[in-house]
């Protein structure tokens, strides 16, 4: 089973940059590799539900973000180290939440249902 571990947050002023990572590890008992998951980038602010912000499919083929990050957020991966990017520029306030990869078959930002082995989160706090 694939199992992820973010880092990278932090707090960082409006209009900052910060670089998130994603490591995984792991395989699953049919040999799944991890360039065979979709990797979701989702976070999560008090009270509110998880939100997907971007993916990058298996193999890096395609990424997608959601509206409110396109032009700032930037999904990258390195399969040769096993690791997922999220560059994140020009931060909001509204930016600030728990960030969490997750894995999956597919690149499905609206349904978290369909992610797991979500890794325990990195705090990314937007001061203005």
């Known amino acids: 089973e694939v199992q992820l571990v973010e880092s990278g947050g932090g707090l960082v002023q409006a209009g900052g940059s910060l670089r998130l990572s994603c490591a995984a590890s792991?395989?699953?008992?049919?040999?799944?590799?991890?360039?065979?998951?979709?990797i979701g980038w989702f976070r999560q602010a008090p009270g509110k539900g998880r939100e997907g912000v971007s993916c990058i499919s298996n193999g890096g083929g395609s990424t997608h973000y959601i509206d409110a990050v396109k032009g700032r957020f930037t999904v990258s991966s390195d399969s040769a180290k096993n690791m997922v990017y999220l560059q994140m520029d020009s931060l909001k306030p509204e930016d600030t939440a728990v960030y969490y990869c997750?894995?999956?078959?597919?690149?499905?930002?609206?349904?978290?249902?369909?992610?797991?082995?979500w890794g325990q989160g990195t705090q990314v706090t937007v001061s203005s």
């Open positions: 997750g894995a999956a078959m597919l690149c499905r930002l609206g349904q978290a249902s369909l992610f797991g082995s």
């Open positions: 792991g395989l699953t008992l049919g040999g799944f590799h991890f360039d065979d998951y979709a």
